[in-house]
């Protein structure tokens, strides 16, 4: 498994979101108009991958905010591991159990856009 929609790292010189899987990744691009890319979890953040960041002033990163049973947020640590990889990153905060597809079905794209934009 690779990164979703490399394509968008062509489309912006300044700010790139990073979400977490393919959906949310197009609902971003698409219908936010940020461009993104996806990945699919926790254990797919290559080490290779800040490589392809190089350059952005600004890393917005979009991972599901699910608390799952087991005490485990895979989504958040996601987000830290990133943070952790990339000087420019900036987490956003999902509300709880939201994703980039709830957050805008549920409230359209000006809360995602400005989060993305700073």
Request: aromatic share 8%; hydrophobic share 45%; charged share 25%.
């Amino acid at each position: 498994v690779g990164m979703f929609n490399v394509v968008d790292l062509h489309a912006s010189e300044n700010v790139i979101a990073v979400c977490e899987g393919e959906l949310d990744t197009l609902v971003m691009s698409a219908l936010v108009g940020v461009p993104a890319v996806g990945v699919a979890g926790v254990s797919q953040w290559k080490p290779w991958f800040p490589k392809m960041f190089e350059g952005f002033d600004r890393v917005v990163v979009f991972a599901d905010n699910d608390l799952k049973e087991d005490g485990r947020n895979p989504g958040m640590e996601l987000a830290k591991r990133i943070k952790e990889d990339l000087e420019s990153a900036v987490i956003v905060n999902l509300p709880m159990n939201n994703d980039v597809n709830q957050v805008f079905l549920d409230g359209g794209k000006d809360w995602l856009l400005e989060r993305a934009m700073g």
